[in-house]
């Protein structure tokens, strides 16, 4: 593939970004909390391509690695924890805001530079280099850029991971987000050595007795808004203990709301034992659920965001759909349309 960084945002940062990696020797790299198959994709190219540098490297998820996701090359040097301070370079893969990296924020802290990269720019974008651009439709896109600034070969492992992250940031390549751009960098790493179908089976076609209980109690929750443009439903702390399930056992499930017929925002709610509520929350155009999880601390894309609340369930589900009322209102409006 012919790059052509003329009209990417971050262009100007790679060689400070390149420079800053060949002279740092102790390298952290750190995904967010709940992983999908972005950030991990991201986060263990980056580990293969920091060993072959001769860099020592720490690669960090807070939650561990997801079982679907476990067949990724390499998974098996991802920790959930470090005593490990003093960092030359952190890099944050796809985090969107620091507080989502969980208890590894403290490791990342104490490194001497942070570089962020990721495809969510919100107010929360942090670090003294920043390679971000919110039209790629995963971090998987920026970092396949930088590897080539880097001027670092693609091997098979490579490209399963970075393909990981397209495919699963893209709903497989069905979403809004994709462009000529993502289909063509899809394309090489293909050629590279990327397997699309174990990608898919793992991720989309390989789930969990529990993962399939926690559907099913999902939709028993299912509830939406009169006019029918909202839905929502919510998993309790007492049905993942039911059903002996974990967070990761979630994914997809808010997709599932999403595909009631007539609906324009959809939101998932599972409560952590803490009590605290997770929520997922996803639209179709021209609604920004970004702007609603903002509210709540959160962050994400106009399509796809995320954010943490207090419960009770119920009150929490009030104040979604309140807040989301009041955004599609907003977009609704014919003053909210450019002249």
């Known amino acids: 593939m012919t790059q052509n960084l003329s009209t990417l945002p971050y262009q100007d940062l790679l060689p400070k970004a390149v420079h800053t990696i060949q002279?740092?020797?102790?390298i952290l790299v750190v995904s967010h909390i709940n992983p999908d198959g972005d950030t991990l994709g991201c986060l263990l190219t980056l580990g293969i391509v920091l060993e072959r540098l001769g860099k020592t490297t720490t690669l960090l998820s807070a939650d561990g690695v997801p079982p679907t996701l476990m067949f990724l090359p390499q998974v098996e040097a991802v920790q959930t924890t470090t005593e490990e301070r003093g960092f030359d370079l952190a890099i944050v893969v796809d985090a969107g805001e620091l507080n989502r990296v969980g208890k590894s924020r403290e490791a990342v802290e104490s490194a001497a530079t942070v570089m962020d990269i990721d495809h969510?720019?919100?107010?929360?974008?942090?670090?003294?280099?920043?390679?971000?651009?919110?039209?790629?439709?995963a971090t998987g896109e920026i970092l396949f850029d930088l590897l080539h600034a880097l001027s670092v070969e693609i091997t098979p492992d490579i490209a399963q991971c970075l393909l990981c992250a397209l495919l699963t940031d893209t709903g497989s390549f069905r979403y809004l987000n994709v462009t000529p751009r993502t289909l063509q960098i899809a394309s090489v790493l293909v050629e590279k050595g990327g397997v699309p179908n174990e990608i898919a089976e793992a991720v989309?076609?390989?789930?969990?007795?529990?993962?399939?209980?926690?559907?099913?109690?999902?939709?028993?929750?299912?509830?939406?808004?009169?006019?029918?443009?909202?839905?929502?439903?919510?998993?309790?702390q007492e049905d993942f203990v039911s059903f002996d399930a974990t967070d990761a056992d979630t994914e997809g499930i808010v997709n599932a709301v999403?595909?009631?017929?007539?609906?324009?925002?959809?939101?998932?709610?599972r409560e952590m034992?803490?009590?605290?509520?997770?929520?997922?929350?996803?639209?179709?155009?021209?609604?920004?659920?970004?702007?609603v999880a903002l509210q709540f601390g959160g962050g994400g894309h106009h399509l796809a965001a995320g954010c943490t609340l207090e419960g009770?369930?119920?009150?929490?589900?009030?104040?979604?759909?309140?807040?989301?009322?009041v955004m599609m209102?907003?977009?609704d409006s014919p003053t909210s349309l450019p002249k």
């Open 23 to 26: 002279e740092a020797q102790k």
């Open 120 to 137: 969510h720019v919100t107010p929360g974008a942090f670090g003294e280099i920043r390679l971000l651009d919110a039209k790629a439709a």
């Open 204 to 236: 989309f076609e390989n789930k969990p007795f529990a993962a399939q209980k926690l559907l099913g109690r999902a939709l028993d929750s299912l509830a939406r808004t009169d006019d029918g443009r909202i839905a929502w439903a919510h998993i309790t």
């Open 258 to 269: 999403r595909s009631v017929r007539g609906t324009q925002v959809a939101f998932f709610l």
């Open 273 to 291: 034992p803490s009590g605290k509520l997770r929520v997922s929350l996803r639209a179709q155009p021209p609604y920004d659920v970004a702007s």
């Open 312 to 325: 009770p369930i119920a009150d929490a589900e009030a104040r979604l759909v309140s807040a989301t009322q």
């Open 329 to 331: 209102t907003a977009t």
